[in-house]
C-alpha cells in the first residue's frame, strides 16, 4: 500500500508539466497552428466573460440584498425547530442557504463560523464538508445558462438542489459520526 502511495505522490509532480508540455506538443504534432488556436479561445473567453458580468451583478446584488435586510436570520429561526428533527444543527443553516447561491459568500460564511466556533467546532466541520461536496446550483444556473442564452432551465435547478440537499444531509451525518 505504501508502495502505491509512493508512486501516485511521484506522478503528481509529472502532472502539471506533462499537461503544460504535451497539448501544444500533440497540436503541433498534427499541424495544428497552436499559438492561433490559442488566442482564438482567449478571446472567446472574455467575450463569455462579458457576456456574463451582468448575471454575476445581478446575483451579487441579490445575495447582498438576502443577507443585509434580515431575511437571512428570519428564515434560520423558522427552519430551525424543523431541521432539529432530522438532527440538522441551526448554527450550520445560514450555510446550507447561501452555498446554493454564491460560492464566496459561502467561504465568507465559513470563516465567520471559524471566529465565532473555532477551526476545530463540530459545526465548521460540518460547513467546510457541506463547502467541498456542494455546488453553487443558482450561480452556475445564472451564469453559464445565461452565458448561453438558455432561458428554460427545464429540470436543472431542481436537480441541482436535490443533489445539494442531500450533500448537505450527508455531510452533517458523516461529521457528526466522525467526530461527534
Known amino acids: 500500500m505504501e508502495a502505491i502511495r509512493s508512486l501516485i505522490s511521484l506522478l503528481a509532480y509529472f502532472v502539471i508539466p506533462v499537461i503544460v508540455v504535451g497539448f501544444p506538443l500533440y497540436g503541433l504534432i498534427r499541424r495544428v497552428p497552436v499559438y492561433e488556436k490559442f488566442v482564438e479561445g482567449a478571446t472567446e473567453g472574455f467575450r463569455v466573460a462579458v457576456r456574463i458580468i451582468p448575471y454575476l451583478v445581478a446575483i451579487l446584488f441579490a445575495i447582498g440584498m438576502f443577507r443585509a435586510s434580515g431575511a437571512m436570520d428570519f428564515l434560520v429561526a423558522g427552519l430551525d425547530p424543523l431541521l432539529a428533527l ?87 451525518w458523516i461529521v457528526r459520526f466522525l467526530f461527534a
Open 86 to 172: 432530522v438532527g440538522f444543527p441551526g448554527e450550520v443553516l445560514p450555510m446550507a442557504i447561501m452555498r446554493p447561491l454564491t460560492g464566496s459568500g459561502s467561504a465568507g460564511l465559513v470563516v465567520d463560523m471559524i471566529n465565532e466556533y473555532g477551526q476545530d467546532s463540530l459545526f465548521v466541520k460540518m460547513a467546510a464538508t457541506m463547502f467541498g461536496s456542494t455546488e453553487t446550483t443558482f450561480y452556475v444556473i445564472a451564469v453559464y445558462f445565461g452565458a448561453v442564452n438558455i432561458r428554460r432551465t427545464r429540470h436543472a435547478v431542481a436537480v441541482g438542489l436535490t443533489a445539494d440537499l442531500a450533500a448537505m444531509l450527508i455531510a452533517v
